[in-house]
């Protein structure tokens, strides 16, 4: 078993709300710098910079996760994990259906800058990407796992865009295996509140949207990675995510 430090939700420069610096071979470099080994790229309802991500973590020797914080038409996020980074594409051109036709105003909500695999700048997503989408929570996560995501809720331990915090509690039928935090101490907090949640099905990651936001090499996962390989450990990975056994 191989300990690997994780942050499976991160924003780019696509996202509005982050910074510009947010640039894939950014983020992979101070992920390396902080001795991360598995990153996930999780714009707001947009996986577009995602093949980019891919070519800046290749680099840094960093095992790459293709995803999206989609907004749900209650602006519940959940975050979407996919396992090939062709099914985020393909998701991610359902997802474009379900936008709200809003155009973004970068002098008010920031830049939606799409970048190639050496930062430069390749084009500006035009339609406003921090909107809720039109898919209810549950047509949301029944969308996404049909496309083969992992899906679970973002940062319940949030006022902002929470589950909890908007809808009460999880309920069960939404069947999530894992569950994210930003601060681990939130647990003993909700563990009332979420049945469901337990020690060994929570992530603890920054939804980072600053380069200094990335998470610190302090939560991991024990895989097995024999014979290595970072498509084995990305399944394995997957493998434990869906069991909630982390």
Request: hydrophobic share 40%.
């Amino acid at each position: 078993m191989t300990a690997y430090y994780y942050d499976l939700h991160i924003h780019s420069a696509l996202s509005p709300c982050a910074d510009n610096d947010m640039t894939p071979n950014n983020i992979a470099g101070m992920a390396a710098l902080k001795g991360l080994q598995i990153l996930a790229l999780t714009d707001h309802n947009s996986a577009k910079n995602c093949p980019a991500f891919f070519e800046a973590c290749k680099r840094q020797g960093i095992i790459p996760i293709a995803g999206m914080e989609l907004s749900t038409a209650e602006d519940i996020h959940i975050v979407c994990l996919f396992r090939e980074l062709d099914d985020a594409m393909r998701f991610d051109a359902e997802i474009e259906k379900h936008l709200m036709p809003i155009k973004n105003r970068p002098e008010i909500f920031g830049d939606q800058q799409l970048l190639d695999g050496e930062d430069e700048q390749i084009g500006e997503f035009e339609t406003l990407l921090i909107s809720a989408t039109d898919l209810p929570i549950a047509d949301a996560i029944a969308l996404a796992r049909s496309f083969g995501a992992h899906v679970h809720p973002a940062h319940i331990d949030r006022e902002s865009n929470g589950i909890v915090a908007i809808l009460g509690d999880v309920p069960p039928e939404y069947d999530f295996s894992a569950f994210e935090l930003r601060e681990r101490d939130s647990l003993e907090q909700l563990s009332p509140i979420v049945e469901e949640l337990r020690a060994d099905n929570l992530l603890v990651c920054s939804d980072a949207h600053h380069l200094w936001d990335i998470s610190e090499a302090e939560n991991f996962f024990d895989i097995d990675d024999e014979p290595y390989s970072s498509s084995l450990v990305r399944a394995r990975l997957f493998e434990m995510l869906e069991r909630g056994k982390l």
